[in-house]
């Protein structure tokens, strides 16, 4: 079956930087788009960026900041977060699908002094 399972949070000082890693399994990885949503306390859920071959989608929010990339021969989706705000808080999901269909388990980001 579909498993998606993220690591790589944790806690960092606003302006420091987090790489998120998706480490994919069940499904051919390199013919399905990737991407990563978070959930803030209290938000929706919301779109973060998303790759498809070899395009790159991201929310307005991050564009600069973050860097979403893939590796096929690993089946493995990055998320490169630089200059960390106290606004990117929240829990990180990897995503299977372009909407998504499937979900990892979610990985907690906090950017605090």
């Known amino acids: 079956q579909v498993q998606l399972v993220e690591s790589g949070g944790g806690l960092v000082q606003p302006g420091g930087s987090l790489r998120l890693s998706c480490a994919a399994s069940?499904?051919?990885?390199?013919?399905?788009?990737m991407g990563w949503y978070r959930q803030a306390p209290g938000k929706e859920r919301e779109l973060v960026a998303v790759?498809?071959?070899?395009?790159?989608n991201y929310a307005d929010s991050v564009k600069g900041r973050f860097t979403i990339s893939r590796d096929n021969a690993k089946n493995t989706v990055y998320l490169q977060m630089n200059s960390l705000k106290p606004e990117d808080t929240a829990v990180y999901y990897c995503?299977?699908?372009?909407?998504?269909?499937?979900w990892g388990q979610g990985t907690q980001v906090t950017v605090s002094s």
């Open positions: 790759i498809f071959t070899s395009t790159t």
């Open positions: 069940g499904f051919v990885f390199r013919f399905y788009p």
């Open positions: 995503t299977r699908g372009s909407p998504p269909n499937d």
